[in-house]
């Protein structure tokens, strides 16, 4: 088989600041693992001592002929109290980030993703419409700094799981369950949205730059019914879609707050996107209100439906609302021994190439194995592999894989039989 890419295409990798950095930094997450809440106890403080290990980490990607790079900045580093900026820590991302446009990487940076600094989640972070200014400040702070070194922005990253994990599932920080507050959660982040795409975009122009470019990132997943014939798995199957994602998506890509989310007054019907940013990973298979998985599909080692054709249908959904090019912002899967990472990717490359979608990136998640918020170190979905005591870096198979696709420009026939067709999923 061969997978020959449109040559718009060009592959990247993806991370976030709290999953790689390492670093007490008084966030959420430092806490919540302090109230032992990670299921393998490791330390967020300890990830891949990125922090530490920035240009290690930098030189290698380029060794891996990676172009794009998706990355994030730790907002309690660089804020660790109210009103209060570390200058050092602007530095260092300065630093960085010159430094990978050195190296011929062009960054996406991402400015919010999950993680907040303690003193904004005190205050009830985004479940209150008030603290909205907070992060605006934040993002004004980070365009000032930073705007000449960068172009491209993911204001938030999910805020659909990020909503519901730590608001209505209660498996992350606060660990609150409620839907109100979710649903709020949702609705306020959206304005934070728009809101900071209309402030990038004003504050480049005015520093003289016409290639910015701004979006969210959108977790999307398939919702299909057990049973197709079933009417209630079908109900369900619609609602868990539109609370999750559906509601959202028209919500921040246009500013049509639709029930149950709530706008507000400063925003109108509009279009706040300049790329559709997709992150996929599986499919849901519903039979209630609940999160299902089909018995006999494909799984990752986490137990999550391996679905690639879903990346399309999901997409194609996003982009009927608002026709923009397309970035993956994030793909990837757990696979702890990288015994069947090379397959995923190629098949969800495979899809991408055959659709008619304008889809001009795909960044990998991850670049190397990180610490993956409650599960942990445990579960490992990087190209590289992290040795978590000694901190040593090694390029996996799949990570030779993506090199090499990059070079061909696909997947040869070749490549396919040295790195895929000998490998299987798990049933
Ligand atoms: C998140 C990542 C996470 C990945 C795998 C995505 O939803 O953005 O931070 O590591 O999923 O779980």
Same mark, same amino acid.
């Given at each position: 088989?061969?997978?020959?890419?449109?040559?718009?295409?060009?592959?990247?990798?993806?991370?976030?600041?709290?999953?790689?950095?390492?670093?007490?930094?008084?966030?959420?997450?430092?806490?919540?693992?302090?109230?032992?809440?990670?299921?393998?106890?490791?330390?967020?403080?300890?990830?891949?001592?990125?922090?530490?290990?920035?240009?290690?980490?930098?030189?290698?990607?380029?060794?891996?002929?990676?172009?794009?790079?998706?990355?994030?900045?730790?907002?309690?580093?660089?804020?660790?109290?109210?009103?209060?900026?570390?200058?050092?820590?602007?530095?260092?991302?300065?630093?960085?980030?010159?430094?990978?446009?050195?190296?011929?990487?062009?960054?996406?940076?991402?400015?919010?993703?999950?993680?907040?600094?303690?003193?904004?989640?005190?205050?009830?972070?985004?479940?209150?419409?008030?603290?909205?200014?907070?992060?605006?400040?934040?993002?004004?702070?980070?365009?000032?700094?930073?705007?000449?070194?960068?172009?491209?922005?993911?204001?938030?990253?999910?805020?659909?799981?990020?909503?519901?994990?730590?608001?209505?599932?209660?498996?992350?920080?606060?660990?609150?369950?409620?839907?109100?507050?979710?649903?709020?959660?949702?609705?306020?982040?959206?304005?934070?949205?728009?809101?900071?795409?209309?402030?990038?975009?004003?504050?480049?122009?005015?520093?003289?730059?016409?290639?910015?470019?701004?979006?969210?990132?959108?977790?999307?997943?398939?919702?299909?019914?057990?049973?197709?014939?079933?009417?209630?798995?079908?109900?369900?199957?619609?609602?868990?879609?539109?609370?999750?994602?559906?509601?959202?998506?028209?919500?921040?890509?246009?500013?049509?707050?639709?029930?149950?989310?709530?706008?507000?007054?400063?925003?109108?019907?509009?279009?706040?996107?300049?790329?559709?940013?997709?992150?996929?990973?599986?499919?849901?298979?519903?039979?209630?209100?609940?999160?299902?998985?089909?018995?006999?599909?494909?799984?990752?080692?986490?137990?999550?439906?391996?679905?690639?054709?879903?990346?399309?249908?999901?997409?194609?959904?996003?982009?009927?609302? =608002?026709?923009?090019?397309? *970035?993956? #912002?994030?793909?990837? &899967?757990?696979?702890?021994?990288?015994? !069947?990472?090379? /397959?995923? +990717?190629?098949?969800?490359?495979?899809?991408?190439?055959?659709?008619?979608?304008?889809?001009?990136?795909?960044?990998?998640?991850?670049?190397?194995?990180?610490?993956?918020?409650?599960?942990?170190?445990?579960?490992?979905?990087? =190209?590289?592999?992290?040795? *978590?005591? #000694?901190?040593?870096? &090694?390029?996996?198979?799949?990570?030779? !894989?993506?090199? /090499?696709? +990059?070079?061909?420009?696909?997947?040869?026939?070749?490549?396919?039989?040295?790195?895929?067709?000998?490998?299987?999923?798990?049933?």
């Amino acid at each position: 088989m061969e997978v020959k890419f449109k040559d718009q295409l060009s592959l990247g990798v993806a991370s976030a600041a709290t999953q790689i950095e390492g670093g007490e930094c008084g966030h959420n997450w430092n806490d919540w693992y302090t109230r032992g809440n990670i299921k393998d106890h490791s330390n967020p403080a300890r990830a891949t001592d990125h922090y530490r290990l920035w240009k290690e980490d930098a030189d290698l990607m380029a060794s891996m002929k990676i172009e794009h790079y998706r990355m994030g900045i730790e907002w309690a580093r660089i804020c660790p109290n109210e009103g209060e900026v570390d200058e050092t820590a602007i530095a260092h991302y300065k630093e960085e980030l010159r430094y990978l446009k050195e190296q011929g990487i062009t960054v996406l940076l991402t400015i919010h993703h999950f993680t907040n600094p303690m003193w904004f989640e005190r205050k009830g972070a985004f479940t209150k419409k008030e603290n909205i200014r907070y992060f605006l400040d934040f993002v004004k702070l980070i365009v000032n700094e930073f705007g000449s070194l960068v172009a491209e922005y993911i204001t938030i990253n999910e805020p659909n799981v990020y909503a519901t994990n730590s608001y209505y599932f209660g498996e992350w920080p606060p660990g609150e369950k409620s839907f109100s507050r979710a649903v709020s959660v949702m609705s306020n982040m959206a304005v934070c949205h728009i809101n900071a795409y209309r402030m990038i975009h004003s504050m480049r122009e005015s520093m003289g730059y016409h290639d910015t470019k701004v979006s969210f990132a959108n977790h999307v997943r398939v919702f299909d019914t057990q049973n197709p014939g079933n009417p209630w798995h079908c109900i369900c199957a619609k609602l868990l879609d539109w609370f999750f994602q559906g509601a959202i998506t028209e919500a921040i890509s246009t500013g049509n707050f639709k029930w149950p989310l709530k706008g507000s007054k400063d925003i109108s019907h509009g279009e706040y996107l300049d790329f559709i940013a997709i992150n996929y990973y599986t499919r849901s298979t519903v039979s209630g209100f609940g999160d299902g998985v089909r018995q006999d599909a494909p799984k990752n080692d986490l137990g999550w439906e391996i679905y690639p054709k879903g990346l399309i249908r999901c997409t194609e959904h996003i982009y009927q609302l =608002l026709k923009r090019p397309i *970035y993956i #912002t994030e793909n990837g &899967t757990c696979d702890n021994q990288d015994t !069947f990472r090379p /397959k995923y +990717i190629c098949e969800h490359l495979k899809v991408i190439s055959q659709s008619n979608l304008p889809i001009s990136r795909y960044y990998h998640w991850c670049y190397c194995d990180n610490f993956e918020w409650v599960e942990g170190e445990s579960a490992r979905f990087g =190209l590289v592999h992290v040795d *978590y005591e #000694t901190q040593k870096r &090694t390029i996996k198979a799949s990570g030779r !894989f993506y090199t /090499k696709m +990059i070079e061909e420009g696909g997947i040869t026939e070749d490549l396919y039989r040295e790195y895929v067709e000998p490998l299987k999923y798990h049933y």
